[in-house]
């Protein structure tokens, strides 16, 4: 009770006029209209015993809700590194790491000699040691951001020469040749779309030339009468040879045959490499550049550089990932299918005696997200009837799979052995009437 400062004749809001304000609305549509008139009854109830002022109470309501911010979801869909979904979930070490990382740190300062030092060091550190091969290395806000920056300190105003097999759309309408192109360079396009050969570079190359851009096709497959140049032929060359990799795989993995990995680009004679951090790395949102030490030293330098840089979150998540990099992402990419099948069977004979017409089927789970296109994963789901594909969706802890031919089959690939309690539930809490 305050000092006698509130009015008690001034009259406490009603419920639907506080359920009308665009806030309380707002967060009605994304927590549930229980929820938000629970929070404003009970700011109410604190106004009526005079603990607040009756215009205190649609705040009181809104700060009785949890923050907003996105909703956790479990990724039944069988697509390992979902871009909807935010790619890769970072490991529990990374998650650690980022706690730790929020206050104050020493992310660019020496501590022993109390002087300022380079920002990011330990993240940078285990990025050179997990690929010997790159002499320097540098980490921006995302693939694009590498390619921007190396595009602009390396090529702006001169020529980026790229096969027109490689002129790719990554996602949400985004196309490289745009993204190269408002840097400031031009593109010099050569071969065709499904063969270009290394003569195609060469006849290009002259004194115009930034670079050569060997873009990974981590989203599509282009087959049947095709040539493309490797690595290896563009480094004859006498130009530096650029090589966005996209998925961020640091070494070759045996289950991914024909993902291009960051050592094995240099080692075959690329100057530059450019990658993504959360997807097959299974990191946070960042763009990986490696390679030459007088190139990585230009674009550092540069000062587009400082509009790239990055968080100190990303920095620790990305240290602790290249730490242990036993990410969920690998986890999921390497599930056993025996152990697969047992999980989706256990929840098969769970669902009580009607069985809920769930079947346990074989199916397809796939890399996504930027790597692997043609590569398919053997999986086995638990098919439900497409009737559950919305309350799970919607419901208070979602859960997303992904509807084939009337069946909503969940793939528990991406699904941390832990939460199958919870898939469980949810499915038990959508009416079963079927
Ligand atoms: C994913 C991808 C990009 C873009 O990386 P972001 O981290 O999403 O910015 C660029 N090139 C290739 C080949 C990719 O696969």
């Known amino acids: 009770m305050r000092d006698g400062s509130v009015d008690p004749r001034r009259r406490v809001p009603r419920t ?87 206050g104050h740190t020493d992310v660019e300062l020496d501590l022993r000699t109390g002087r300022r030092a380079r920002r990011g060091r330990d993240a940078l550190d285990a990025l050179a040691a ?44 985004f196309r490289l040749p745009d993204l190269l192109e408002s840097t400031g ?16 570079y060469a006849a290009a190359v002259g004194p115009q030339t930034g670079f050569v851009l060997k873009v990974h096709p981590s989203n599509f497959q282009i087959t049947g009468f095709t040539s493309a140049t490797p690595v290896r032929q563009l480094a004859t060359l006498d130009v530096p040879v650029v090589a966005d990799i996209g998925s961020g795989l640091l070494a070759p993995d045996p ?55 990055v968080d100190k979150l990303t920095l620790a ?33 769970r669902l009580g005696a009607d069985g809920r017409k769930a079947e346990v089927v074989p199916a397809v789970a796939v890399v996504g997200g930027g790597g692997a296109p043609g590569v398919e994963l053997d999986s086995w789901v638990l098919s439900l009837p497409e009737r559950y594909a919305v309350p799970l969706r919607t419901g208070d802890q979602p859960v997303l799979g992904r509807v084939v031919r009337g069946r909503l089959l969940l793939d528990l690939r991406c699904v941390p052995v832990d939460a199958d309690e919870a898939v469980l539930a949810a499915v038990l809490r959508v009416p079963g009437d079927d």
């Open 185 to 200: 360079a031009r593109l010099r396009e050569v071969g065709t779309t499904n063969r270009t050969t290394l003569d195609d």
């Open 317 to 349: 998540a990305l240290a602790a990932t290249l730490h242990r990099p036993d990410t969920p992402t690998r986890t999921a990419l390497h599930a056993d299918p025996a152990a697969l099948r047992r999980r989706v069977e256990l929840l098969r004979d």
């Open 255 to 309: 289950l991914l045959p024909d993902e291009p990995d960051a050592a094995g680009t240099l080692r075959a004679g690329a100057a530059l490499v450019t990658a993504s951090g959360d997807k097959l790395l299974g990191g946070p949102q960042a763009g990986l550049l490696l390679g030459d030490a007088t190139l990585v030293e230009r674009l550092r330098r540069h000062p587009l550089a400082r509009a790239l840089r």
């Open 16 to 102: 639907d006029t506080l359920l009308a304000d665009p806030r309380l609305a707002a967060a009605v549509a994304t927590l549930g209209r229980d929820r938000v008139k629970a929070a404003v009854v009970h700011a109410q109830e604190r106004a009526r015993r005079g603990e607040i002022a009756p215009d205190e109470v649609r705040d009181a309501a809104l700060a009785g809700l949890p923050a907003p911010g996105p909703r956790t979801v479990l990724n039944a869909t069988g697509v390992v590194l979902h871009t909807n979904l935010g790619r890769a979930p970072l490991s529990p070490t990374a998650v650690a790491a980022v706690a730790a990382a929020t």
């Open 130 to 173: 997990a690929v010997p091969a790159a002499a320097a290395v540098h980490v921006v806000n995302n693939g694009a951001a590498a390619l921007v920056l190396a595009a602009t300190a390396l090529a702006a105003g001169r020529e980026i020469v790229v096969s027109r097999g490689e002129l790719v759309e990554i996602g949400d309408g």
